[in-house]
């Protein structure tokens, strides 16, 4: 009894099959990588604003300018904002929003 192999037409047709399906899967990929970075760059502009307004309210109203100079020391916003954002000083210079 003979067995049958794979021929290299049949091969290769399966192989083209593959490379059409992954062709019509990258846009929709891309789609979805773009929706969970807008998703991502939402959430975090929610956050700063959540963060604003809970400093303001603590401050009778009053925000934090975005740099603020104390003779002897210069005072980056998210010094003042951090806390109310759950960041770590760590994180105040690798702020992204995108």
């Given amino acids: ?46 956050q700063f604003g959540l963060g604003f307004n809970m400093y303001a309210m603590e401050n009778h109203g009053y925000i934090f300018s975005y740099l603020h100079y104390v003779p002897g020391d210069c005072i980056w916003w998210p010094n003042k904002y951090g806390p109310y954002m759950k960041m770590q000083s760590s994180q105040y210079r690798k702020l992204d929003l995108y």
């Fill in 1 to 46: 009894m003979a067995v049958k192999k794979f021929t290299l037409v049949e091969l290769l047709l399966v192989i083209a099959v593959i490379i059409l399906l992954a062709a019509l899967l990258f846009p929709a990929l891309s789609t979805v990588r773009s929706t969970a970075k807008r998703i991502k760059c939402v959430a975090n502009l929610r």
